[in-house]
C-alpha cells in the first residue's frame, strides 16, 4: 500500500532491505501487536476467507508476540517459497515489484504506537505481516503475487504503474472473495483494519461487484477511506489466470486514452453481486475529489 507517502529514495532491492531487529521490540510493542491481533480475529471471525485463517496457523502467526521473521520464513518458504523481509518503510515500486518477482515480500519492521491503534499513514508491521503474509501461504495467491512483481518492470517502462496500483488495490489490498456459497475478505488492507473490516461485514453502503481485470485496472481509488465498491473474485486460481493470460501493455495502451473509472458508479458492464445503499458516501461532497 504505497500512495503519497516519504518513500525510501534508493533503487535496488537489497539496500531496502535491513535486519528486523526482532530483539529491540518492547514489552509495549509486543502488548500492541497483540492487542490488535485479538480484535481483528475478533472482527473477523466469520467474515473473513479460510485461507487467511489456515496461513496464520501454518505460519504460527498469535497474539503472543510480534512475529520473528526468521521463525516465520522457515513455515512460509516451506508452503510457497516466499520469505518476508525487513523493510524502514514503504519503499520504491522497482525495488517493491523486484523483491515480489523474487517472492520477497517487504515488510516494515516497525510497529504503530498504542495511541495510534486506528489508523496510521504509512502501513506498519501489523499492516505487512497480519495483512499480506498468511495468504502467501496459499499457493495459487502466491503465484499470483509472483506474478504481479515480474508485471513490474514493463509497467514502469510503459507508464502502466497506476494501472498496476489499481489492481493491487481492489485485490492485493482490498479484494473480496467467494467462499462456499458466500462472500469473503481476502484484502491485507481490510484484515489489517478494525474500521474496515467491520465496514465490509456490517454495513449495507458498499456495492460488491463481480472481479473483472480492466474494470478494476481503469478504477480510481481514495487513499484514506473506506470503500464504495468491492471487487469479488471466484477464487485465487481464477485471479492467477485471469492475470497472466492476457498481455497487460494493449490494456495500458488503450487505457490511457480513456477517463477513470470511479467506484462510486456501477458501469452497465458490472456484474453486481450486492448494490450497495450508499449510504455511508451520501453527503461526501469528496465523490468529485480526483481519484489516485
Ligand atoms: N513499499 N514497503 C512497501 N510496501 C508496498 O506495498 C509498496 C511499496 N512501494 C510501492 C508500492 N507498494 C506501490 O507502488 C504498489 O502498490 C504499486
Ligand atoms: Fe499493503
Given at each position: 500500500m504505497a500512495d503519497g507517502h516519504a518513500v525510501l529514495n534508493v533503487t535496488a532491492a537489497d539496500?531496502?532491505?535491513i535486519d528486523q531487529g526482532w530483539e529491540n521490540y518492547t514489552r509495549e510493542d509486543h502488548n500492541t501487536w497483540g492487542t490488535l491481533f485479538n480484535r481483528q480475529m475478533k472482527t473477523l471471525s466469520g467474515h473473513v476467507c479460510a485461507e487467511y485463517?489456515?496461513?496464520?496457523?501454518?505460519?504460527?502467526?498469535?497474539?503472543?508476540?510480534?512475529?520473528?521473521?526468521?521463525?516465520?520464513?522457515r513455515?512460509?518458504?516451506?508452503?510457497?517459497?516466499?520469505?518476508?523481509?525487513?523493510?524502514?518503510?514503504?519503499?520504491?515500486?522497482?525495488?517493491?515489484?523486484?523483491?515480489?518477482?523474487?517472492?520477497?515480500?517487504?515488510?516494515g519492521n516497525f510497529i504503530r504506537k498504542p495511541e495510534q491503534l486506528d489508523y496510521l499513514e504509512e502501513p506498519d508491521i501489523f499492516h505487512d505481516v497480519f495483512g499480506h503474509i498468511p495468504l502467501l501461504t496459499n499457493p495459487a495467491y502466491a503465484d499470483y503475487m509472483h506474478a504481479y512483481g515480474c508485471a513490474g518492470?514493463?509497467?514502469?517502462?510503459?507508464?502502466?504503474?497506476?494501472?498496476?496500483?489499481?489492481?493491487?488495490?481492489?485485490?492485493?489490498?482490498?479484494?473480496?472473495?467467494?467462499?462456499?456459497?458466500?462472500?469473503?475478505?481476502?484484502?491485507?488492507?481490510?484484515?489489517?483494519?478494525?474500521?474496515?473490516?467491520?465496514?465490509v461485514a456490517e454495513?449495507?453502503?458498499?456495492?460488491?461487484?463481480?472481479?473483472?481485470?480492466?474494470?478494476?485496472?481503469?478504477?480510481?481509488?481514495?487513499?484514506?477511506?473506506?470503500?464504495?465498491?468491492?471487487?469479488?473474485?471466484?477464487?485465487?486460481?481464477?485471479?492467477?489466470?485471469?492475470?497472466?493470460?492476457?498481455?497487460?501493455?494493449?490494456?495500458?495502451?488503450?487505457?490511457?486514452?480513456l477517463p477513470p473509472l470511479t467506484p462510486f458508479v456501477l458501469e452497465e458492464s458490472d456484474q453486481v453481486l450486492r448494490r450497495g445503499t450508499?449510504?455511508?458516501?451520501?453527503?461526501?461532497?469528496?465523490t468529485k475529489e480526483k481519484l489516485k
Open positions: 539496500e531496502c532491505i485463517l489456515e496461513g496464520l496457523r501454518v505460519l504460527g502467526i498469535t497474539a503472543d508476540n510480534v512475529p520473528d521473521f526468521e521463525v516465520m520464513n513455515n512460509l518458504r516451506k508452503a510457497t517459497g516466499w520469505e518476508v523481509v525487513a523493510v524502514p518503510g514503504l519503499i520504491p515500486s522497482r525495488p517493491f515489484f523486484d523483491m515480489l518477482s523474487n517472492r520477497q515480500f517487504p515488510a518492470d514493463n509497467a514502469i517502462a510503459n507508464k502502466g504503474v497506476k494501472y498496476l496500483a489499481r489492481l493491487n488495490w481492489w485485490t492485493i489490498e482490498f479484494g473480496l472473495i467467494k467462499n462456499q456459497g458466500d462472500i469473503k475478505i481476502f484484502g491485507a488492507g481490510i484484515c489489517s483494519s478494525y474500521g474496515e473490516s467491520r465496514y454495513d449495507p453502503s458498499a456495492h460488491f461487484v463481480q472481479f473483472d481485470l480492466e474494470r478494476c485496472m481503469r478504477t480510481g481509488y481514495y487513499i484514506d477511506d473506506f470503500q464504495a465498491t468491492y471487487f469479488v473474485i471466484d477464487s485465487f486460481e481464477d485471479l492467477f489466470t485471469q492475470a497472466v493470460e492476457r498481455p497487460f501493455l494493449p490494456l495500458y495502451e488503450k487505457f490511457r486514452s450508499g449510504g455511508y458516501w451520501k453527503d461526501f461532497a469528496r
